[in-house]
């Protein structure tokens, strides 16, 4: 089901989902991507019905808070992909509930979390091996120990993971991923208080590896990632059977806009 404002039905609200979660018992998915009348009390109705529930997408839903999360973690032990990006409202008390339940989660964004700290993240990550993409941008309550505790967790399963903006990320977290996560394939770490030195050890560590570094505008981190980049680039799109005149243009063009952006 998707309730999302790009689906045009965003006027779905909790009355909805509290009758879905009667009556749709098979529900795996549901998106409710930016719907402003989504609350605690529809997800806590639809949780409660809806047991088999796989991925949900909370996404800009801005009533829901540490209830619902809740909610979708006492019930839906299945989950696989939890999106509650700029969920404000969410707090640790929510992510101490998913530390001891949903155990399949691969995929978790909590984009713009402010409220979360290490004490409650560090025993979720501990307990959610299966992690596979994570997105903690704008947690900026997290520091390296949560970042270390999740290398050691996932080790070669994590593929993805966003620190932009989490400002307490240093060197010795590039260190753990450096020397546990091999088969990360992007990873984003614009604004975190790391030097250029290790963020190109590790992107040369990782022979998966699409994007390290940072977006345009990251100050440390500059020309050698960008390089690296390019570089990984070059080498995907001929291994995808591009000509090489194309993908040297591609490339060509993608140095000249960096040059811009400095």
Same mark, same amino acid.
């Given at each position: 089901?998707?309730? @999302?404002?790009?689906? *045009?039905?965003?006027?779905?609200?909790?009355?909805?989902?509290?009758?879905?979660?009667?009556?749709?018992?098979?529900?795996?998915?549901?998106?409710?991507?930016?719907?402003? *009348?989504?609350?605690?009390?529809?997800?806590?109705?639809?949780?409660?019905?809806?047991?088999?529930?796989?991925?949900?997408?909370?996404?800009?839903?801005?009533?829901?808070?540490?209830? +619902?999360?809740? $909610?979708?973690?006492?019930?839906?032990?299945?989950?696989?992909?939890?999106?509650?990006?700029?969920?404000?409202?969410?707090?640790?008390?929510?992510?101490?509930?998913? $530390?001891?339940?949903?155990? @399949?989660?691969?995929?978790?964004?909590?984009?713009?979390?402010?409220?979360?700290?290490?004490?409650?993240?560090?025993?979720?990550?501990?307990?959610?091996?299966?992690?596979?993409?994570?997105?903690?941008?704008?947690?900026?309550?997290?520091?390296?120990?949560?970042?270390?505790?999740?290398?050691?967790?996932?080790?070669?399963?994590?593929?993805?993971?966003?620190?932009?903006?989490?400002?307490?990320?240093?060197?010795?977290?590039?260190? @753990?991923?450096?020397?546990?996560?091999?088969?990360?394939? @992007?990873?984003?770490?614009?604004?975190?208080?790391?030097?250029?030195?290790?963020?190109?050890?590790?992107?040369?560590?990782?022979?998966?590896? *699409?994007?390290?570094?940072?977006?345009?505008?990251?100050?440390?981190?500059?020309? $050698?990632?960008? +390089?690296?980049?390019?570089?990984?680039?070059?080498? *995907?799109?001929?291994?995808?059977?591009?000509?090489?005149?194309?993908?040297?243009?591609?490339?060509?063009?993608?140095?000249?806009?960096?040059?811009?952006?400095?």
């Amino acid at each position: 089901l998707d309730t @999302s404002t790009k689906a *045009r039905v965003p006027h779905i609200g909790g009355g909805g989902l509290v009758a879905m979660g009667k009556y749709s018992e098979k529900l795996r998915e549901i998106t409710c991507h930016g719907a402003a *009348r989504v609350d605690d009390e529809g997800i806590v109705g639809l949780s409660a019905g809806c047991l088999a529930l796989e991925n949900v997408c909370l996404r800009y839903c801005y009533q829901i808070s540490s209830v +619902a999360v809740i $909610a979708l973690a006492k019930n839906c032990k299945n989950l696989v992909k939890l999106d509650i990006g700029s969920c404000v409202g969410v707090s640790e008390e929510a992510i101490q509930i998913l $530390a001891s339940s949903c155990f @399949s989660l691969k995929h978790i964004d909590f984009l713009g979390l402010r409220k979360i700290t290490d004490k409650s993240f560090v025993p979720f990550a501990e307990s959610h091996p299966n992690l596979e993409w994570v997105c903690l941008q704008g947690c900026d309550m997290l520091s390296d120990s949560s970042v270390i505790a999740l290398s050691l967790s996932t080790k070669l399963n994590l593929t993805h993971l966003d620190l932009n903006s989490v400002d307490y990320v240093t060197d010795k977290s590039i260190l @753990s991923l450096m020397q546990h996560n091999r088969n990360l394939r @992007s990873a984003d770490f614009t604004f975190c208080s790391i030097t250029d030195n290790v963020v190109l050890k590790l992107a040369t560590r990782l022979p998966y590896a *699409r994007k390290i570094g940072g977006r345009a505008g990251f100050k440390p981190v500059n020309k $050698a990632v960008v +390089a690296y980049n390019m570089q990984t680039e070059y080498l *995907r799109r001929l291994n995808k059977g591009q000509t090489k005149l194309a993908v040297y243009i591609r490339v060509y063009l993608q140095k000249r806009y960096f040059q811009k952006m400095k």
